[in-house]
C-alpha cells in the first residue's frame, strides 16, 4: 500500500471515530430522555404497589442551540467548560439535562429528598446529586433541612434545571450565569405566615460549597470545596404577586491558579524592594479567605395570561481579582390558548472603576511593567459586561411537556461569561434555541 492510500485510510478511520464519538454521545443522552419518558409511569407504580411513602418523579431537556458567531463560546452559566459557537456552531449539550427525584416519607413529620441530573459539566454528560437531603417540619409554619440543598440565593435559582417550570428556554444569562454555585452542602430554616391575604416567609441557611470552575483550559480549575456561605430571605406571596429579597455570603477556601503566580512575585523579597505596595497589592487580589456578598431583589406578576418579572442583584467582592457588578432582568410574558410569546431585556455590567490603579511605579524596571500588564490583563478578564433582547414563544403540549424556541441578540464588551473569544470578535452574537421540556410525578 503506497503512502498516499495509507494516509486516506487513516484519515477515514479518524473521521470515523470522531463521528462515532458524537453518535455515542447523542445515543447516550438520547437513550436517557426516552428512559425518563417512558419510564417513570412504570417505575411510580411499582414503588407506589410497594410503597406508597416513595414518590418518583423527575424531569428534562432536549435542546439544540445555533451560534451566528464562531469566535466565541456562548455559555448557560460558568460552571459550563464550553459552549456553542467556537466549540461547535450547533450544539446540543448547551440546555440538554435529564433529572431524576425520589422523596420518602420516614413519618408525619420527616422525609428524605435525593435528587440526580445528569448535564454536560467539564466537556462530558454524568450524574451529579444536586439535592440530598432530610426535611423536618414539627407543624405548618416551621421546616427544617440537613445535607445538600439547592442554592436558591436568587429567585427561581434552585430550580434553574427545571426548564418546564418557567417560560423561557434557558434563565438569562447576565443574571443568573454568573453564579458560581449550584448547591450547598449545610442546613436551612423556613418559617413561613399569613399575612392578610398573603403569605410570608423567612428563610436561613448556612453550609459549604463543594463544587469548581474552570479557571484555563483545558483542565485548570478553581476549587470552592468547603468555601462558606451563609445567606437570608425574605419573600411574600400573594394572590397574584411575589415579591422577595435576598443576602448571602460567599468565602473562598481556596486561591485561584490564575493569579497564584503574580500574587508569589509580588511578596518576594525581591520584589518588594522595587515596591512599597507590592505586598499589599498581593493580598487585595488574593482569593482566599476574601468574601463576595450577593444582594438580590424579584417581583413576578402573575394574572391570568399575562405574568412579568424583574429582578435585581448586587454582587460586592473583597478582591479585586474578583470583579464587583450589578445585574438584572425584565421578562413580559402573554398566553393565548397553548402559545406563550415573551421578550426579556437582561444586562449585567461592573459596578466598580475598570482603571484599577495598583501603585506600582511604572516604567523604573521592565519586571515591574510586566508584572503590571499581567495584573491588567487578568482583571480585564474577570470582568462581566453583556446585554441582551430575547424573543421566544412556549407552546404547551399537555399539563406536564412543552416545546420552546428562543432567539437572543446578544453585546458583549468584557468577556467572563462567555469562553474562547478571539481577539477579533466584536462582541456580537445571535443565539437561536429549540428545547423540548417534560415533568413527570
Given at each position: 500500500m503506497?503512502?498516499n ?7 477515514s ?5 470522531v463521528?462515532l ?12 430522555c ?5 419510564s417513570?409511569?412504570?417505575l411510580?407504580?411499582?414503588?407506589s ?27 448557560r ?10 466549540s461547535?456552531?450547533l450544539?446540543i ?5 435529564v433529572?431524576?427525584?425520589?422523596s ?12 440526580t441530573?445528569i ?7 454524568r450524574?451529579?446529586?444536586?439535592w440530598g437531603f432530610?426535611k423536618?417540619?414539627p407543624n405548618?409554619?416551621?421546616?427544617f ?10 429567585p427561581l435559582a ?14 438569562p444569562?447576565?443574571?443568573f450565569?454568573?453564579?458560581i454555585?449550584s448547591?450547598?452542602d449545610?442546613?436551612d430554616a423556613?418559617y ?14 448556612a453550609?459549604?460549597?463543594?463544587e469548581?470552575?474552570?479557571?484555563a ?6 476549587s470552592?470545596?468547603?468555601?462558606k456561605i ?7 406571596q400573594?394572590q397574584n404577586?411575589?415579591?422577595?429579597i435576598?443576602?448571602?455570603?460567599l468565602?473562598?477556601?481556596h ?8 500574587i508569589d512575585?509580588?511578596r518576594?523579597?525581591?520584589?518588594s ?38 429582578m435585581?442583584?448586587r454582587l ?16 413580559i410574558?402573554y398566553r393565548v ?10 444586562k449585567?455590567r ?9 501603585g ?5 524596571s521592565?519586571m515591574?511593567?510586566q508584572?503590571?500588564?499581567?495584573i ?6 474577570t470582568?462581566?459586561?453583556?446585554h441582551s ?13 412543552d416545546i420552546?424556541i428562543?432567539v437572543?441578540?446578544?453585546s ?8 474562547q ?17 417534560f415533568?413527570?410525578?
Amino acid at each position: 500500500m503506497n503512502s498516499n492510500s495509507s494516509q486516506r485510510c487513516l484519515l477515514s478511520q479518524n473521521l470515523h471515530a470522531v463521528v462515532l464519538s458524537r453518535s455515542r454521545r447523542l445515543a447516550f443522552l438520547f437513550t436517557i430522555c426516552v428512559l425518563l419518558i417512558c419510564s417513570p409511569k412504570v417505575l411510580a407504580a411499582e414503588l407506589s404497589e410497594q410503597d406508597s411513602s416513595v414518590k418518583v418523579s423527575g424531569f428534562g431537556t432536549f435542546g439544540v442551540s445555533y451560534n451566528s458567531s464562531g469566535e466565541f463560546d456562548y455559555l448557560r452559566d460558568l460552571l459550563q467548560t464550553r459552549g456553542v459557537g467556537y466549540s461547535r456552531r450547533l450544539d446540543i449539550g448547551l440546555d440538554s439535562l435529564v433529572g431524576l427525584q425520589l422523596s420518602t416519607k420516614l413519618s408525619d413529620s420527616v422525609e428524605t429528598t435525593a435528587q440526580t441530573v445528569i448535564r454536560r459539566r467539564e466537556g462530558n454528560y454524568r450524574p451529579e446529586l444536586t439535592w440530598g437531603f432530610i426535611k423536618y417540619y414539627p407543624n405548618d409554619e416551621w421546616d427544617f433541612r440537613l445535607g445538600r440543598l439547592g442554592f436558591d440565593v436568587y429567585p427561581l435559582a434552585d430550580s434553574r434545571n427545571v426548564a418546564y417550570s418557567y417560560v423561557w428556554v434557558r434563565p438569562p444569562v447576565e443574571y443568573f450565569g454568573g453564579l458560581i454555585v449550584s448547591y450547598i452542602d449545610g442546613v436551612d430554616a423556613v418559617y413561613q405566615y399569613s399575612v392578610g391575604n398573603g403569605q410570608a416567609k423567612a428563610k436561613l441557611f448556612a453550609g459549604k460549597a463543594q463544587e469548581r470552575l474552570l479557571a484555563a483550559s483545558p483542565d485548570t480549575y478553581f476549587s470552592l470545596k468547603n468555601s462558606k456561605i451563609i445567606g437570608a430571605q425574605l419573600e411574600f406571596q400573594s394572590q397574584n404577586w411575589l415579591a422577595r429579597i435576598g443576602l448571602a455570603e460567599l468565602q473562598f477556601n481556596h486561591q485561584y491558579p490564575g493569579i497564584q503566580g503574580l500574587i508569589d512575585t509580588l511578596r518576594s523579597p525581591m520584589f518588594s524592594q522595587l515596591s512599597p505596595a507590592a505586598s499589599g497589592l498581593a493580598e487585595n487580589l488574593s482569593f482566599k479567605d476574601k468574601k463576595i456578598r450577593y444582594l438580590s431583589a424579584g417581583l413576578v406578576y402573575d394574572n391570568g395570561p399575562l405574568q412579568a418579572q424583574l429582578m435585581l442583584s448586587r454582587l460586592n467582592s473583597q478582591t479585586l481579582s474578583f470583579n464587583s457588578n450589578v445585574a438584572g432582568f425584565f421578562t413580559i410574558a402573554y398566553r393565548v390558548k397553548e402559545w406563550t410569546p415573551y421578550f426579556t431585556y437582561a444586562k449585567t455590567r461592573p459596578s466598580g472603576n475598570k482603571n484599577i490603579v495598583t501603585g506600582l511605579p511604572l516604567t523604573t524596571s521592565p519586571m515591574v511593567d510586566q508584572i503590571e500588564a499581567g495584573i491588567q490583563s487578568f482583571l480585564k478578564a474577570t470582568r462581566n459586561e453583556q446585554h441582551s433582547q430575547s424573543i421566544g414563544l412556549r407552546y404547551s403540549l399537555n399539563h406536564t411537556s412543552d416545546i420552546k424556541i428562543q432567539v437572543d441578540m446578544i453585546s458583549n464588551k468584557e468577556r467572563l461569561i462567555v469562553r474562547q473569544a478571539r481577539a477579533g470578535w466584536n462582541g456580537k452574537g445571535t443565539i437561536i434555541s429549540c428545547n423540548y421540556n417534560f415533568i413527570f410525578n
